[in-house]
């Protein structure tokens, strides 16, 4: 083999090894940021990843919700008619976090009951539900997933995430 060829060669795979790694690179950082939605059903079916971040979603269960007085942690337990877990979350809730209402939390699922949130977000008005709430809701037919009521006055059926800066259609708050 010539001089030219070997050098070629050798640039050649110098670029294969290249693009390999970064591939491999870029394919650990996505992995590493994916963020899967699960219900409470699945989470008490143990089909959601112990130790994974991962978003949830349901109703906050009326009269589960304890706050230490002392510090910011809270916990409180997520359901959606079919399963129920606990989510234990240590900062300031939302103005609009209440039982009973739906919400979504970002986190870990430290066990298969216990779910630590980074972040909990809460619905924005008396319509709105965020669409994977109210999906896993209708599913498993818990009576608050019905959000296609007469108050909607034509607005989109809560699942579609429109929001328009706190007005219902009729102009009231």
């Given at each position: 083999m010539n001089a030219v060829r070997k050098q070629?060669?050798?640039?050649?795979?110098?670029?294969?090894?290249g693009l390999g790694i970064a591939t491999g690179l870029l394919l650990f950082a996505l992995t590493q940021n994916i963020n899967l939605f699960y219900t409470p059903q699945q989470i008490a079916a143990g089909e959601a990843p112990v130790g994974a971040n991962m978003r949830v979603g349901g109703l906050v269960v009326p009269g589960s919700v304890i706050r230490?007085?002392?510090t910011l942690d809270v916990s409180f337990d997520l359901t959606d008619?079919?399963?129920?877990?606990?989510?234990?979350?240590?900062?300031?809730?939302?103005?609009?976090?209440?039982?009973?209402?739906?919400?979504?939390?970002?986190?870990?699922?430290?066990?298969?009951?216990?779910?630590?949130?980074?972040?909990?977000?809460?619905?924005?008005?008396?319509?709105?539900?965020?669409?994977?709430?109210q999906d896993a809701l209708e599913k498993a037919g818990h009576p608050g997933a019905?959000?296609?009521?007469?108050?909607?006055?034509?607005?989109p059926k809560g699942g579609a995430g429109v929001y328009t800066r706190g007005y219902k259609a009729d102009g009231q708050h």
């Open positions: 070629r060669l050798m640039i050649i795979v110098g670029v294969v090894v230490n007085n002392e008619g079919q399963g129920t877990f606990s989510v234990h979350y240590h900062g300031i809730l939302p103005d609009l976090f209440r039982e009973g209402q739906g919400i979504v939390a970002n986190g870990v699922l430290v066990a298969a009951d216990r779910f630590e949130a980074e972040e909990v977000l809460a619905k924005h008005d008396e319509e709105y539900m965020p669409p994977e709430v019905n959000a296609d009521d007469a108050s909607n006055k034509g607005e």
